[in-house]
């Protein structure tokens, strides 16, 4: 896996998972395993580290996030997706400013890699 692809005046973030010190935290499904309080501390992380990437990747040719897309491990009855991944917006848009304000699609999936609760991916453009 590359965890970051630019091609032109476009770079792809792969999905991070919400990593502490390189263990995962925060494994299992919202709604059955996790509270959305969790899941939405598990989207900061894994923000965050979308943010660690761009910039140690551009530097100073960020030019803003186009697009995130936000995968919630969810138990059969949970519909709060959205709220989950608004902490992931927070995120971005503390980091960046208006530049971070994106498009943004939040996705209940069965499971993700690992037992993770929370999986966020990024598209940005590039000056």
Known sequence: MT???EHGRTVYVSGQLPRVGGELAHLGRVGVDV??????EAARISAQACVDLLRAHLGDRFARVLKI???????PNFTEQGRVVDAA????????GDVGRHARSAIGVAQLPHGACVEIELIA???
């Open 69 to 75: 897309t936000g995968f919630v491990a969810s138990g």
């Open 35 to 40: 509270d959305v309080e969790t899941a939405r």
């Open 89 to 96: 917006s927070q995120t971005l848009i503390e980091a960046f």
């Open 125 to 127: 453009a590039v000056h």
């Open 3 to 5: 965890p970051v692809v």
